[in-house]
């Protein structure tokens, strides 16, 4: 694990020691997201009202950067549009998977995990949360998300 000591930043670990918006919303869409390569697991709950992300929560168990990428995005969804969330989905997805270090768009805290980029394994457990998401706000709500 030693060449992933500069992923793991201490807001990534104190994200996984800690994930905000941990618990489920009741009544609200669910949406289970499985990374096979690595075993992260997560299901995440989105409350939509009027077209605005009201609330948003996940439950799950993986790996930390996992744990952390899903905890920050809650924290980034709330009060977004289902088309702001999805503009953000394109805007985390590119800075993790750019292989140059250009500029790319102020992400604020999300900006923690842009090193897994430097770590083609890893792309899947940041990008999990985000993918599972981009579903549930679809409303495509009924199979599984696999990131293969
Ligand atoms: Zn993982």
């Known amino acids: 694990m030693s060449e992933l000591t500069d992923l793991y930043q201490e807001v990534i670990l104190d994200h996984n020691r800690r994930p905000h918006n941990f618990r489920v919303i009741e009544g609200a869409t669910s949406q289970e997201g499985y990374n096979p390569l690595c075993g992260d697991r997560l299901t995440l709950y989105v409350a939509m009202d009027g077209g605005v992300i009201r609330d948003v929560a996940f439950q799950g168990s993986g790996c930390a950067i996992s744990k952390?990428?899903?905890?920050?995005?809650?924290?980034?969804?709330?009060?977004?549009?289902?088309?702001?969330?999805?503009?953000l989905f394109d805007q985390f997805h590119a800075m993790i998977t750019s292989d140059h270090a250009?500029?790319?768009?102020?992400?604020?805290?999300?900006?923690?995990?842009?090193?897994?980029?430097?770590?083609?394994?890893?792309?899947?457990?940041?990008?999990?949360?985000?993918?599972?998401?981009?579903?549930?706000?679809?409303?495509?709500?009924?199979?599984?998300?696999?990131?293969?």
Do not use: N, Q, Y
């Open 68 to 87: 952390a990428s899903a905890s920050l995005m809650t924290d980034a969804l709330k009060g977004k549009t289902a088309d702001e969330a999805r503009a």
């Open 102 to 148: 250009g500029p790319t768009a102020d992400l604020g805290k999300l900006s923690v995990l842009a090193g897994v980029r430097e770590f083609p394994s890893r792309i899947k457990c940041a990008s999990l949360a985000w993918h599972t998401m981009k579903a549930a706000v679809a409303h495509h709500s009924d199979a599984t998300v696999s990131t293969e």
